[in-house]
C-alpha cells in the first residue's frame, strides 16, 4: 500500500477492536495518526490498543455502545481530552455478525431495530457527537463504513442492507450539512472481506463475490485500507459527498 500520512491527526476509530476496525487503526497509526479507539468488546479493544501503542504510536480506548446515547456522548468527550481535538472519524462500528440467512418475512422486529439502533442511528450519534471538535479542527473529515451489499441489493439480509443504504444517504447530505464548516463527509463501501465478523457467511456467498470480481480473489482488510486513510488525509480536502466501493469491482459506482 502506498503509504499515506496523517501525521500528528487525531483520529477516531470506532469498532476498532477487531476486523475491519483494528486494520484502519494499525495503518493510521503506522501513518502517523495518534489515535482513539471505541468498541463495545472491552478487553479486545483494550488488546487492540496496547498491540497497536507498543510500536510506538498513541493509542488510546474507550469503552463503546452505540446503542446508549449516553455512551457515544462519554466516548466523544473522552477523545476530546485524550487528543485534545478530533481531526478525523471512522465511523465502522456496525452489528453484521449473526444476522443474514433471513427473509424480509422471518426477520423479526427487535433484531431491525437493533441493527437500525446502532447501524444508522449511533452513526448519527458519534457524528453529532464528535462535531464539536471536528469544526475546531478546521477540515475536519468522517469517513462512513456502509457495504456493497448496498449497492447491489443482497437478499436475506435486508435489515443490514437497508442500514447500510441509510449510511450512504447521511453521508451525502451530512457533506451539505457541514460543507461550510470544512467538514468533508464520504463513505466507503467494502465488500465481503475475510475478517470474524464474516465468518459465518455461507461459503457459496463468499464464493459469488469471489468469481463475480472484475479481480476475482478474496478481499482482505488491508484492501479498504487505503481509501479509507486516503479520505483522512490532506489528499483529500476537497472530496466530499462521494462514495468509493472497495471492492475489486464487484459492483462499479
Not at 461459503?203 to 482488510?221: F, I, S
Amino acid at each position: 500500500m502506498t503509504p499515506i500520512s496523517l501525521d500528528r491527526k487525531r483520529v477516531v476509530i470506532t469498532g476498532a477492536a477487531r476486523g475491519l476496525g483494528r486494520a484502519f487503526a494499525e495503518h493510521a497509526a503506522q501513518a502517523g495518526a495518534r489515535l482513539v479507539l471505541g468498541d463495545i468488546l472491552e478487553d479486545l479493544g483494550r488488546a487492540t490498543a496496547d498491540a497497536i501503542g507498543s510500536g510506538g504510536a498513541e493509542v488510546h480506548f474507550e469503552a463503546l455502545d452505540l446503542a446508549r446515547p449516553d455512551s457515544v456522548q462519554a466516548f466523544a468527550a473522552a477523545a476530546v481530552r485524550h487528543l485534545g481535538g478530533i481531526d478525523g472519524l471512522i465511523n465502522n462500528a456496525a452489528i453484521a455478525t449473526g444476522i443474514g440467512g433471513k427473509s424480509c418475512e422471518e426477520i423479526d422486529i427487535e433484531t431491525w431495530d437493533r441493527v437500525m439502533n446502532v447501524n444508522v442511528r449511533g452513526t448519527w450519534l458519534m457524528v453529532k457527537a464528535c462535531l464539536p471538535g471536528l469544526r475546531n479542527a478546521g477540515n475536519g473529515k468522517i469517513v462512513n463504513v456502509a457495504s456493497d451489499t448496498a449497492l447491489w441489493g443482497a437478499p436475506n439480509l435486508l435489515h443490514y442492507v437497508s442500514s447500510k443504504g441509510a449510511i450512504i444517504a447521511m453521508t451525502r447530505s451530512l457533506a451539505r450539512e457541514l460543507g461550510p464548516d470544512g467538514i468533508s463527509v464520504n463513505a466507503i463501501a467494502p465488500g465481503l472481506t475475510l475478517v470474524e465478523a464474516t465468518e459465518y457467511v455461507p461459503e457459496e456467498r463468499h464464493r459469488l463475490y469471489v468469481d463475480g470480481r472484475a479481480m476475482p480473489r478474496a478481499q482482505n482488510p488491508e484492501d479498504v485500507v487505503g481509501p479509507a486513510l486516503y479520505l483522512l488525509s490532506d489528499a483529500a480536502d476537497f472530496v466530499t459527498g462521494q462514495l468509493l466501493p472497495a471492492n475489486g469491482g464487484f459492483v462499479f459506482n
